[in-house]
């Protein structure tokens, strides 16, 4: 099972920018696509943003389409997230995810990723 590891969340305020990154292992960077999702209190796991194993494609929610970033190099293994113009409604936790079988079916839903991080914490105060 692959391992992910989230870092780089933290405690701003609306219109700041933060980069979250995940590590995996050489695995999990081997062929697969990667994604953000995010999980407010009281919400659903929801997708942010997906990046394709060779890097070029990359896939945005709606809601973060132009503020945020998804890029991956696989020769550190990490995926990163760049969060540009923050909202209050961008308070969540974040979650990196790697692609499993059902990815192709499912490319935004968390039924399409098999391997995910522990999270990071973002908080984006008025």
């Known amino acids: 099972q692959a391992q992910l590891v989230e870092s780089g969340g933290g405690l701003v305020q609306t219109g700041d920018s933060l980069r979250l990154s995940c590590a995996g292992s050489e695995r999990t960077f081997g062929s697969y696509a990667m994604a953000w999702f995010r999980q407010a209190p009281g919400k659903e796991r929801e997708f942010v943003a997906a990046?394709?194993?060779?890097?070029?494609?990359?896939y945005y929610a709606d809601s973060v389409e132009g503020r945020f970033t998804i890029s991956r190099d696989s020769a550190k293994r990490t995926v990163y997230l760049q969060m540009n113009s923050l909202k209050q409604e961008d308070t969540a936790v974040y979650y990196c995810a790697a692609a499993g079988q059902n990815y192709y079916s499912a490319p935004t839903q968390p039924a399409g990723y098999d391997d995910w991080g522990q999270g990071t914490q973002v908080i984006v105060s008025s």
């Open positions: 990046v394709g194993w060779s890097g070029l494609s990359t």
